[in-house]
């Protein structure tokens, strides 16, 4: 039984930082491709960063130079730190993951929400 069990969400004002985890748990880390998704209230779930199992990482064009995500395989987390922060970022973000071997873009534009795997989801709020 694979679970994924995220932290590190909150309130924060525009241009601050936070940092996410996701504890998988179940499964070791490095065989599992993974992202990170985000849902506005009222919009549709839209992807953020992903993280292959080449150590491959992708960013959608909204957050990347802001956004940085990796991957500790001692502590089986996935982190994703995020930097100068919008209120455009509020959101609940998700991890998600998937015991295959793709690339952090393959896993999220071709994958995506049919991974697997999910997290309980954390709520980022940038005011």
């Known amino acids: 039984h694979v679970q994924l069990v995220e932290s590190g969400g909150g309130s924060v004002q525009a241009g601050g930082s936070l940092r996410l985890s996701c504890a998988v748990h179940?499964?070791?880390?490095?065989?599992?491709?993974m992202g990170w998704f985000r849902q506005a209230p009222g919009k549709e779930r839209e992807a953020v960063a992903g993280?292959?199992?080449?150590?491959?990482?992708y960013y959608t064009s909204s957050v990347k130079g802001r956004f940085t995500t990796w991957r500790d395989n001692a502590e089986n987390i996935l982190y994703l730190e995020m930097n100068s922060l919008k209120p455009a970022d509020t959101a609940t973000y998700y991890c998600?993951?998937?015991?295959?071997?793709?690339?952090?873009?393959?896993?999220?534009?071709?994958?995506?929400?049919?991974?697997?795997?999910w997290g309980q989801g954390t709520q980022v709020t940038v005011s």
């Open positions: 998600a993951g998937a015991p295959y071997r793709y690339s952090g873009s393959w896993f999220l534009f071709n994958l995506g929400s049919e991974a697997p795997y």
């Open positions: 179940g499964r070791t880390i490095s065989d599992l491709s």
């Open positions: 993280f292959g199992t080449d150590d491959s990482t």
